[in-house]
């Protein structure tokens, strides 16, 4: 496989399409390389558009996805970002080249190990993987600059919310499939947010937050 045209068709053909637009954004899919990130068995599929498996529960965002969900976010040299759903770290590495200093959770044991060692093979310096569940944050780290949660939720917990500074944003794929939204969540005051739907799209849930109640009738 040529990695360098592979990664040119992602980028032009799934990814500019998906409204992603952001030189830097667009720069950093270069500089990052995907396929470091994925594991052995599913390398030849690293720019597919589709979801990775990377255990009997989690997947790996889609290309396109990861790439707009770091458009949207909006990060700044100087933030502090925490990423719920570490995976293999490849959204880590992206946030950490935007952001001055990134904590990545990652409720798998196996994925935080792997997350970690791709992490130190990119030279990721000021990113940090810690295994731990992720739907209470991290509250010995609060405020953040931004919150992103790498993989879908029924709902959005108050208690990460809180963990933001006011001005600071929060983006998540919400609701349940066939119908889930990526949206964003800034803190406008001290029990203020605003919310905005984004786009619409599926991902694997993360593990350790609720579902949404059932109906009942």
């Known amino acids: 496989m040529n990695l360098e045209q592979a990664r040119f068709n992602m980028i032009e053909q799934q990814i500019r399409p ?12 270069h500089f990052v390389h995907r396929e470091d990130f994925v594991p052995e068995a599913h390398r030849a599929q690293a720019f597919v558009d589709t979801e990775l498996p990377l255990s009997a529960t989690r997947r790996m965002l889609a290309p396109k996805v990861e790439a707009r969900l770091l ?18 770290g490849h959204l880590a ?15 798998d044991a196996g994925l935080a190990t792997q997350a970690a060692a791709n992490l130190r093979r990119a030279g990721a310096l000021n990113v940090t993987v810690l295994n731990q569940d992720g739907a209470a ?16 939720v029924a709902e959005l917990p108050q208690a990460l919310l809180n963990q933001l500074k006011v001005g600071g944003r929060l983006i998540a794929i919400v609701g349940t499939g066939p119908v889930m939204r990526a949206v964003l969540v800034t803190r406008t005051g001290a029990g203020e947010f605003r919310r905005v739907e984004l786009f ?17 009738f």
Do not use: N
């Not at 700044?76 to 759903?85: A, D, M, S, Y």
């Not at 619409?200 to 009942?216: K, N, W």
């Open 18 to 29: 998906w409204d992603v637009l952001d030189p830097g954004v667009l720069e950093l899919l």
């Open 71 to 88: 458009q949207e976010l909006k990060l700044q040299r100087h933030e502090k970002v925490l990423e719920i759903g570490a995976a293999t």
């Open 93 to 107: 590495a992206l946030l950490g080249r935007q952001a001055q200093r990134v904590i990545a959770l990652e409720a």
């Open 137 to 152: 944050g991290l509250a010995a780290e609060e405020p953040f600059d931004a919150i992103l949660l790498s993989g879908s």
């Open 200 to 216: 619409d799209t599926v991902a694997g849930r993360l593990p350790g937050f609720a579902e949404a109640p059932a109906f009942s």
